[in-house]
């Protein structure tokens, strides 16, 4: 009697034991071949629906990582507008607190007040159009290029 011809029905047959089930009767045989083949489709879909879970939770990290750098960038963009509307020194945008435009543009103003009085420079112009301004070096004297040196070497790199 070979189990993999199907020739044998004995062999294809799992026996149901005589116990009988709550109603009274004895169970009836299950068709071994049907039983592998539904345990097989019950794996298979188990296997499906983990790969699924898994692959939500990859996305559903993906998109809270991706929110996450969405908002950060949209809040350094906004320090970088309200400082170059004010005419803080961008470099110092980030440096501004707040949570909405109006916080941030008074929190650069107190920035720019307190760089005016400690008797820093006074902060470039803002920006026109996100173009700075070209720096003439020959109307500089050596003391004023060195001061200025952080602002030339900016405006070099972004050539």
């Given at each position: 009697?070979?189990?993999s011809?199907?020739?044998?029905?004995a062999?294809?047959?799992?026996?149901a034991?005589?116990?009988p089930?709550a109603?009274?009767a004895?169970q009836q045989?299950v068709?071994?071949?049907?039983?592998?083949r539904?345990?097989?489709?019950?794996?298979?879909?188990?296997?499906s629906?983990?790969?699924?879970?898994?692959?939500?939770?990859?996305?559903?990290?993906?998109?809270?990582?991706l929110?996450?750098?969405?908002?950060?960038?949209?809040?350094?963009?906004?320090r970088?507008?309200?400082?170059a509307?004010?005419?803080?020194p961008?470099?110092l945008?980030?440096?501004?607190?707040?949570?909405?435009?109006?916080?941030?543009?008074e929190?650069?103003?107190?920035?720019?007040?307190?760089?005016?009085?400690?008797?820093?420079?006074?902060a470039?112009?803002?920006?026109?159009?996100?173009?700075?301004?070209?720096?003439?070096?020959?109307?500089?004297?050596?003391?004023e290029?060195?001061?200025r040196?952080?602002?030339?070497?900016?405006?070099?790199?972004r050539?």
């Amino acid at each position: 009697m070979d189990k993999s011809d199907g020739t044998s029905q004995a062999s294809e047959t799992l026996q149901a034991s005589e116990t009988p089930q709550a109603s009274g009767a004895p169970q009836q045989a299950v068709p071994y071949e049907r039983f592998q083949r539904v345990v097989s489709e019950r794996n298979d879909l188990k296997r499906s629906l983990d790969d699924a879970l898994a692959k939500l939770k990859e996305l559903s990290e993906q998109s809270a990582r991706l929110e996450r750098e969405r908002a950060e960038a949209q809040g350094a963009r906004l320090r970088y507008d309200v400082a170059a509307s004010v005419g803080l020194p961008l470099p110092l945008a980030l440096r501004l607190v707040g949570d909405d435009e109006k916080s941030l543009r008074e929190d650069a103003e107190r920035l720019l007040a307190l760089l005016r009085q400690a008797g820093a420079q006074s902060a470039p112009a803002p920006l026109s159009g996100g173009v700075p301004a070209k720096l003439d070096l020959s109307a500089m004297t050596p003391e004023e290029i060195r001061a200025r040196s952080r602002e030339i070497w900016t405006s070099v790199a972004r050539r």
